[in-house]
């Protein structure tokens, strides 16, 4: 694939994750989830990268613990009334179309709010019905989230409900955030991304493609 082609793939990919910046407000139940036709790529984009943060259970993790099988990845926080437990339900309903084959998959909640999002929180939502089974949840310290967000080209912005600036110290906030699925292969490289528009059966025909290529 030439450079132009590629040059193109990555602004494409960034201009979704920008557009696709959301609130997490729980107003428009609609916004996730609905029917249309997933959007696909080919080649190699700047999605992924080196990470390092923290999981459930309070153990480091790092990119390299995405080796091996195929990952769906969501960033959201465990505060969003709406739009995350639309895309994690979401994810849940194609490891069941997926059926056996489900279980060759990995799930991973990249949390974009760290200030609020312990280990301990995180695994208690992500063990929510009806999320993925074995849905894993990654927090870390400020930095360590935005660099994790950087190499996902992830855009998000803490807010006060009404849309007003956060006061210092104020926790009673939400965030905007890239509503975004990412599919990554078992080498840890780019494969696909899901929008809001995207149905479970879209996320677990393009799976099943990529588990049958790896076969």
């Given at each position: 694939?030439?450079?132009?082609?590629?040059?193109?793939?990555?602004?494409?990919?960034?201009?979704?994750?920008?557009?696709?910046?959301?609130?997490?407000?729980?107003?428009?139940?609609?916004?996730?989830?609905?029917?249309?036709?997933?959007?696909?790529?080919?080649?190699?984009?700047?999605?992924?990268?080196?990470?390092?943060?923290?999981?459930?259970?309070?153990?480091?993790?790092?990119?390299?613990?995405?080796?091996?099988?195929?990952?769906?990845?969501?960033?959201?926080?465990?505060?969003?009334?709406?739009?995350?437990?639309?895309?994690?339900?979401?994810?849940?309903?194609?490891?069941?179309?997926?059926?056996?084959?489900?279980?060759?998959?990995?799930?991973?909640?990249?949390?974009?709010?760290?200030?609020?999002?312990?280990?301990?929180?995180?695994?208690?939502?992500?063990?929510?019905?009806?999320?993925?089974?074995?849905?894993?949840?990654?927090?870390?310290?400020?930095?360590?989230?935005?660099?994790?967000?950087?190499?996902?080209?992830?855009?998000?912005?803490?807010?006060?409900?009404?849309?007003?600036?956060?006061?210092?110290?104020?926790?009673?906030y939400t965030v905007d955030h890239s509503d975004i699925i990412y599919l990554m292969g078992a080498d840890g490289q780019f494969v696909d991304f899901f929008s809001a528009r995207s149905t479970p059966q879209d996320i677990a025909i393009r799976v099943r493609k990529v588990l049958a290529e790896g076969e």
């Amino acid at each position: 694939m030439g450079n132009a082609t590629n040059w193109l793939l990555k602004l494409s990919v960034s201009a979704v994750a920008a557009s696709a910046l959301v609130a997490c407000q729980a107003e428009d139940t609609n916004r996730a989830g609905t029917s249309g036709k997933t959007v696909t790529s080919t080649g190699t984009a700047a999605i992924g990268g080196p990470f390092t943060l923290v999981d459930t259970t309070g153990a480091t993790v790092t990119e390299a613990d995405l080796l091996g099988k195929p990952h769906l990845i969501y960033f959201g926080f465990a505060f969003c009334p709406d739009v995350c437990p639309t895309a994690l339900s979401k994810l849940g309903a194609a490891e069941t179309l997926l059926g056996e084959r489900g279980d060759e998959v990995g799930y991973i909640l990249f949390t974009v709010d760290p200030e609020r999002d312990t280990a301990e929180k995180l695994a208690e939502y992500v063990a929510f019905d009806p999320f993925p089974r074995g849905l894993k949840g990654f927090t870390g310290t400020p930095e360590q989230v935005d660099a994790a967000k950087g190499v996902y080209r992830v855009a998000s912005s803490k807010i006060m409900p009404d849309g007003s600036p956060v006061p210092e110290g104020n926790t009673d906030y939400t965030v905007d955030h890239s509503d975004i699925i990412y599919l990554m292969g078992a080498d840890g490289q780019f494969v696909d991304f899901f929008s809001a528009r995207s149905t479970p059966q879209d996320i677990a025909i393009r799976v099943r493609k990529v588990l049958a290529e790896g076969e």
